[in-house]
């Protein structure tokens, strides 16, 4: 009976934290073209929120956050996606997460897409973790951060490449 109680009270609890887009769909939008990631998450109801791109339109961000009256449910807060020009393998995914239990129904989700940890760093009370597979890198950046009133409060930011990634030479900086 115990047993029946928890997995219930897990499934509510579970629910309560879903969210519009796991991580595999967000890992998919990196195969994407710029109209087709803005078309899926415009029907997912996220919003615009700016967007940079060269004279050229050969490379560009656009930043989207979550359209819920609820800001406790924005999760991720943001999606940021990058491009440079058609080239499908060039496009990375950029989100940021603010509470712990989703960071780890992450966490778990893209483990079971065979991701491996291969390196970890820390600096200024930052930590990058770096996981790969065989075709994408995640790298998953720890950020404390305290606000006004002392209390301390955590993001956890994902940047998604594909392996072979190399920064175009007018994208560089």
Do not use: C
């Not at 899926?40 to 967007?51: F, V």
């Not at 002392?150 to 490449?161: A, D, L, N, P, S």
């Amino acid at each position: 009976m115990k047993n029946k109680l928890f997995i219930l009270f897990f499934f509510v609890f579970s629910v309560s934290f879903s969210q519009n887009i796991t991580f595999v769909k967000v890992l998919n939008l990196k195969n994407k073209s710029l109209s087709e990631v803005k078309k899926y998450l415009k029907d997912e109801n996220w919003e615009i929120m700016h967007y940079h791109f060269s004279k050229e339109h050969k490379f560009g961000d656009i930043r989207f956050s979550f359209d819920n009256k609820n800001p406790d449910r924005q999760i991720p807060l943001f999606i940021t996606f990058y491009y440079e020009g058609q080239d499908l393998m060039k496009n990375r995914i950029e989100f940021e997460i603010s509470k712990k239990e989703i960071f780890d129904e992450y966490l778990a989700q893209f483990k079971t897409l065979d991701f491996k940890l291969t390196g970890s760093k820390t600096d200024r009370n930052q930590t990058v973790e770096t996981y790969k597979n065989d075709t994408t890198t995640i790298n998953v950046k720890t950020i404390p951060v305290a606000n006004y009133y002392g209390k301390q409060q955590t993001f956890y930011k994902f940047y998604i490449t594909d392996n072979t990634y190399k920064p175009t030479e007018y994208y560089k900086f």
